[in-house]
């Protein structure tokens, strides 16, 4: 990918396409949806995140007068679901999620009706209260945490050029820590605003003595292509475009071991100026006497040493080994240009498999994190199987194939390939487990849950 991978990706959001007005009757006009009633409050609650001023997207779709000359533009990446942008397969697997940022089927029709209607403004008194969005260059779970992140992790800085190619800063700071302490809630941002113009994503791992055997185990037998996890307790952190950060689940927590380091990710793109920044990681902390019950690992689940020709579709396939029961909170694939499509699923002991997840429609320039909503996410026991599945177009037809004529392999690169499910587990040993068990059940029986 060339260096306007960054300053790029709002460009493909949408297509400068004005639309000239549409005049509609008196009659079709009372039927036809209005900016102010029906399509504000569809793009506050599922647009405004990144469309707004001064923030990711090329355009604002505050107001009216923002949104009109897209409207046609809207219709189009509404209709065929590219925007927002939410790749996961509803019609397969687990279907509910606490960051659901997909529009519904009848938010869609509201949309391509009021394009189709002439994009009319209505009302503005019918406008609602405008959205209050929270300061980007500060933390988001301050209030919520009454203070700021206990504990701060800078990677040291990097000078993007205006222009060049994509380069990738793998510093390795350490925690500062001196005592074993867990971690509930996590965020991690660029250093400034600026930063983000030229921030694809930063990815934070955790590096320490990891005390737990089955965990090591569990992650030897499972090939991740190249990444070395012989000291890592998991992907600790990913900053990307429309993620805030992690508040653990009451009573779960990340394990941080004293001495620990992180090892920083960060995948940097040019756009056009000379840009000097870093990446903060901000923890809050359990008290030292009050640690949770459970642990959460986010789990780096790959699919093994790529191997793509050209001019060529391919599969790979890799498995990793549940050596505790636990809960899954979500589920991330990780890819890049050739990747299209990934699928988690679970092997149970008994030999039942269960589809948790598909990803059918991978875009490398968006890194979702699926979170299962509390009745949905899936309760799998001790040895259970997780498999991974990707797929990869390396052919002309693959519009975001900078070249099907070469072979690939793995690497960091973005020419390069990588299979990698993050899946956030919560352990419990056996008798909590049950417990967990026990308790979904009773939700379901009473009609109040669903999942696995």
Known sequence: M??????????????????????????QEEAVPTFSKDVAP????????????GSIAPMSLVTYQESRPWARSIKERVSTRQMPPWHIDPTVGISEFKNDRSLTAAQIDTVVRWV????????????????SWPDESKWNFAEQFDGPPDLIVESTPYTVPAEGTNAWWKPRVPTGLTEQRWARAIEARPGTVAGRKVTHHAIARLVQDEPDELLRQADQANDVGGIDR????GTFME??????GEIMRPGSGKLMMPGSDIQWDI????????????????????????????????????????????NSFSMNEGFFPLQRGGRIESF???????????????????GRRQLLSHVGDFNFN??????????????LPKGTLMKVTAWYDNTAANRSNPDPNVWVGSGSRTADEMGHAWVNVTYFDDEDYEAEVAKREAAQAEGGGGGQ
């Not at 694939?333 to 008994?350: F, V």
Request: net charge negative; with cysteine; glycine share 8%.
């Open 2 to 27: 060339k260096s306007a991978t960054v300053k790029s990706l709002g460009v493909l959001l949408f297509a400068a396409v004005a639309m000239a007005p549409v005049s509609v009757s008196a009659g």
């Open 42 to 53: 569809i793009f506050q609650a599922k647009c405004e995140a990144c469309h707004r001023p």
């Open 116 to 131: 189709d209607g002439g994009a009319p403004r209505g009302n503005p008194e019918d406008m609602p209260a405008a959205v």
């Open 230 to 233: 012989s000291q890592s307790s």
């Open 239 to 244: 900053w990307a475009v429309g993620k805030q």
């Open 267 to 310: 995948h940097y793109a040019t756009a056009g100026e000379e840009i000097t920044d870093n990446v903060i990681l901000g923890v809050y902390l359990y008290p030292k006497d009050s640690p949770p019950e459970h642990r959460q690992v986010l789990h780096l689940m790959g699919t093994g040493q790529m191997d793509i020709p050209p």
């Open 332 to 350: 991330q694939p990780h890819m890049h240009l050739r990747g299209t499509a990934m699928s988690l699923e679970a092997i149970l002991p008994s």
């Open 366 to 379: 968006w890194h979702n994190s699926y979170v299962y909503t509390d009745d949905s996410a899936p309760l």
